[in-house]
């Protein structure tokens, strides 16, 4: 059972550039989000999925777009990548009872020139 | 939406003392609180959670007590150890908010030894 994958852990881009982060899940929950953490900021909220088919934005969702074709993958496109997009980006599931915790991939760190 | 804010934002105990970390929320209809710490390089990691029809709960050397009159709720650990050190995270979740989980600041809790 591997929880939540993200790939890739580490990625350099430069400004202009677009790249997808990879997040799948094993545990058949309906429900996965994207997150970004900046230092002092805590994690916020980009965009979350409560099921196949159906997504929405969070808090900071500019610049990034989200799809759920599957229940298991919910990737996260940067269209055009940005210095201010520079941030650890984590990917979380939650069960579909609502258990109330989040199961957050390892992360990933992305940096743009 | 709702905010969270969470004090202080770095928090330096001997090891063996207590430890205080507290958090607010804005939304009244918030209805569960969990906290999550997250070591260096690691992915946040759920340690304890309280819902609003509980005013305490403890696990071993942590607590979580809530308070939803002043919407404020604080994490304890006691006998603190060097392996406690971290960053600690609260979150509240609303039903104004769609179940998302809103996340304070952080705090950086070193024990020293």
């Known amino acids: 059972n591997a929880g939540v994958t993200q790939t890739p852990k580490f990625q350099v881009l430069k400004t202009g550039q677009s790249m997808t982060l990879q997040c799948a899940q094993d545990m058949n929950h309906e429900y996965m989000s994207w997150y970004r953490q900046d230092p002092g900021m805590g994690l916020r909220l980009i965009h979350y999925?409560?099921?196949?088919?159906?997504?929405d934005q969070g808090e900071v969702p500019n610049g990034y777009n989200v799809s759920r074709s599957t229940t298991e993958d919910f990737p996260l496109r940067l269209l055009s990548a940005a210095p201010s997009q520079t941030s650890v980006y984590f990917c979380a599931s939650e069960g579909t009872a609502f258990t109330g915790e989040l199961f957050f991939g390892e992360g990933s760190r992305l940096t743009v020139l | 939406g709702e905010n969270v804010e969470q004090h202080p934002s770095t928090l330096s105990v001997q090891e063996g003392d207590s430890a205080v970390i507290k958090c607010t929320y804005s939304d009244s209809a918030s209805n569960y609180f969990p906290w999550y710490k997250q070591e260096l390089g690691k992915r946040p990691q759920l340690i304890i959670d309280?819902?609003?029809?509980?005013g305490e709960k403890k696990d071993q050397r942590i607590a979580v007590t809530l308070n939803k009159t002043a919407k404020h709720f604080s994490l304890h650990i006691t006998e603190t150890q060097p392996e406690d050190s971290a960053v600690y995270f609260c979150?509240?979740?609303?039903?104004?908010?769609?179940?998302?989980?809103?996340f304070g600041p952080g705090t950086r809790l070193s024990v020293l030894p």
């Open positions: 309280i819902r609003s029809n509980v």
């Open positions: 979150a509240a979740i609303s039903d104004n908010y769609g179940q998302n989980f809103v």
């Open positions: 999925s409560v099921g196949a088919g159906i997504t």
